[in-house]
Nanobody
Framework: QVQLVESGGGLVQPGGSLRLSCVAS????????MGWYRQAPGKQRELVAR???????NYADSVKGRFTISRDNAKNTVYFQMNSLKPEDTAVYYC?????????WGQGAQVIVSS
């Protein structure tokens, strides 16, 4: 059974940074493309960053240049370094494979960017 556990969210001022982590189990992590998704209040969940099994990355325009996705296959973990945070980045952040496994959605990590 797929289990994805996110951590590292919190409240941060505009311009600040956070680092999210996601530990995966129940999948062959090293061959899975992984992604960070987010769902802002009143909006649909969207994919904002993707990393292939080989480490190639893609980002949504809204986060490009500010956020960095990375992975450690030895630890079955994917990371999301978020810098220069803006109020519009406020959302619940989830990790999942790309494409996502419906059974893989966890509780997510709440990120609130506010002064």
């Amino acid at each position: 059974q797929v289990q994805l556990v996110e951590s590292g969210g919190g409240l941060v001022q505009p311009g600040g940074s956070l680092r999210l982590s996601c530990v995966a189990s129940g999948i062959i992590f090293r061959i899975a493309a992984m992604g960070w998704y987010r769902q802002a209040p009143g909006k649909q969940r969207e994919l904002v960053a993707r990393i292939s099994s080989g480490g190639l990355t893609n980002y949504a325009d809204s986060v490009k240049g500010r956020f960095t996705i990375s992975r450690d296959n030895a630890k079955n973990t994917v990371y999301f370094q978020m810098n220069s945070l803006k109020p519009e980045d406020t959302a619940v952040y989830y990790c999942n494979s790309v494409p996502p496994r419906q059974s893989g959605w966890g509780q997510g990590a709440q990120v609130i960017v506010s002064s």
